[in-house]
């Protein structure tokens, strides 16, 4: 074995490339329940994919079954080449972050990122060298021979995963591991995990609800619901152009107009509220006609408020509250016809008066347009 | 104003709390002072002091072959009914707690269901089983692999099986609810860290578990150090523990030998706890090799 060989230089956590992740048509369900329905997805060597959704969208069971926690019903998980459908978890070579840390609360946190190297057989000098040196990555040197129980949650889930790297997987599985952490926080360590996964270079998939942390990640971005993918992507793609009204929902801050397919000149077009018309998009008129609803996305930063009309798209709206947020104001307006609508506008402009009549624009290609989810209007 | 009255407050509370937790304590204490505080040291004084004050109960007792013959006995029987307890009932609390809540909670009704049958019903039935003309004895005669019936009764090793009979209940109880405490990510993530299963099991399941295994051979133990009736029945006189001993001698008046023996057996007992302690002392049990 290598590991008989001493080694005289502290070894570097090698920059080494990920493992590329096959998942074939994976389908799962507890009980009665399916949670997975035909999946697929391919995720690049080095890539950083979040797996993002509604808790119920499978997207953890999916992480449990690519790590070996959880084995598919039907289905094949490829990784490097490998079909690792049936190996055990421990055959996998990956590493697994936990929710909520999983530190062993009998060893200290030395031992807890020793655990991994010391069942492999390596030398007691190269433990402690790699341990030190993971440890430095996430910067808990000497806090080593603390307790899990003597740190905070962020130093927690930092020797967590410390632990998942320090035996150099090719491949890193986060579930929520910033979860329960406070906001601060969350931000520092998502931008701590993602500069370490561009230094070293393993293929990262990491499992959110929450899309804000999606997008600061991930290379791509899956979002999942009742089991299935609804769209992959880029996170600005996401954002921008979501693929359905469930996306669209989930993913941001969106407000939705109803509008109506109606025939104009030699071509449809969508009719909002108040003589508005706007383009229709070649995916929605392939697929419907006149006299069909679609709903119009506007999110809330696209929105200029002006005090007189000004071009089309408009809408009228009256200001019922706005709120500061540091670099940006809300304001929620209510249309003539009743609906909210929110805008978000920078603080740098002017805001108007709560109770004042304004008129509401934005660039009509900005528009997105999704066609209703069945059984609603 | 608002505010003093608030700070009033928060100062009081603490000193109420504890009042409060005194009072609630304070039923609890004064069964222990009184029925068993007292009683101990008045046993403690007695054997010091009955007949005549001095040592010499001890002496008599160090001195004495038959005595040290019966605390190896009474020690033997307990260590080995505990170890018979962990053997036995750790695969049973193991799988319980892979069953699902109302399987689970059936089959911990089924392991305890011996608890309810009266103690005395129980070693009688043992002796019908083990019996010269017993259950065993007649099969075994009666497929002709023994000519002549098996001494299973009134020895060591039926009171040996009577006792795990009688404490398995306990430890599985014990060992279950402490084997369900286990996080199943820490379990998890030892095998996504590339452990093998008995790396795992030593490594962090042993450890996890230790306090239900202290705890558990504790209760077993104790119970078995001091139990009179299960040796009486099942060793037929013939095997004497320390507590059937006791009883002899208070028959003959001797109190403070009694009461000696006593204290030796309380002394013996505290002795295997402390050794208990250790040996399942989570730093201990890592078989696996710890590296500091």
Known sequence: MSDSIP??????????????????????????????????????????????????????????????????DEGSVIVGGVDMTLLPARERGMGFVFQNYALFPHMTVDDNVAFPLQIRGISADQVDRDVQRALELVNLEGLGSRLPKELSGGQQQRV?????????????????????????????????????????????????????????????????????????????????????????????????????????????????????????????????????????????????????????????????????????????????????????????????????????????????????????? | MKKLGWQRQTRRRPYRDYLVGLALLLPCMGVVLLFFAYPLIGVFVRSVSDPAPGLSNYVEIASSRAFRNILRLTVEVSVLTTVGCLILGFPVAWYITTLEKRRAQLFLVLSTAPLWVAILARLYAWTVILGRKGLINDSLVAIGLVQEPLDLLFNTRAILIGMVHVMLPFMILVLYSSMKGVDESLIESADSLGARPRQTFLRIYLPLISPGLIAGSLLVLIMSMGFFILPAVLGGGGDITIPIYVLTQIRLFKWGIASAMSMILLIVTLALFALLTKVFDPKSVIVGGSRR
């Not at chain 1, 956590?13 to 096959?22: F, K, T």
């Not at chain 1, 929902?249 to 030699?266: A, H, K, M, P, W």
């Not at chain 1, 104001?329 to 004042?356: N, W």
């Open chain 1, 160 to 377: 967590s995963l410390a632990r998942a790297l320090v035996f150099e997987p090719k491949v890193v599985l986060m579930d929520e591991p910033l979860g329960s952490l406070d906001k601060r926080l969350r931000q520092y360590l998502q931008d701590s995990i993602r500069l370490l996964q561009k230094e070293i270079g393993f293929t990262a998939v990491y499992v959110t609800h929450d899309q804000e942390e999606a997008f600061a990640m991930s290379d791509r971005i899956v979002v999942m619901h009742g089991g299935a993918v609804r769209q992959v992507g880029a996170p600005e793609t996401v954002y921008r152009s979501p693929a359905e009204h469930f996306v669209a929902d989930f993913v941001g801050d969106i407000n939705q107009i109803e509008g109506i397919l109606r025939q104009s000149g030699d071509g449809l077009v969508i009719d909002i509220a108040e003589g508005n018309t706007l383009a229709v998009p070649a995916y929605v008129s392939r697929s419907m006609g006149e006299g069909d609803r679609v709903l119009c996305g506007i999110r809330p930063e696209m929105v200029l408020i002006r005090e007189e009309p000004m071009g089309s798209p408009r809408l009228q709206a009256t200001v019922e509250l706005v709120s500061f947020h540091g670099n940006s104001y809300r304001i929620l307006s209510r249309l003539r016809d009743g609906h909210r609508f929110m805008v978000e506008s920078s603080s740098s402009l002017l805001t108007p008066a709560e109770g004042s009549t304004v008129w509401l624009h934005w660039d009509e290609e900005q528009t997105i347009v999704l066609v209703p989810p069945d059984g609603q209007p």
């Open chain 1, 7 to 72: 080694s005289t230089e502290p070894r570097p956590l090698q920059p080494s490339m990920g493992a590329r992740i096959e998942i074939r048509g994976v389908r799962h369900s507890f009980g009665d329940v399916l949670v997975l329905d035909e999946f697929d997805l391919a995720v690049e060597p080095g890539e950083f994919v979040t797996l993002l959704g509604p808790s119920g969208s499978g997207k953890t069971t999916l992480l449990r079954i690519v790590g070996g926690l959880t084995i598919p």
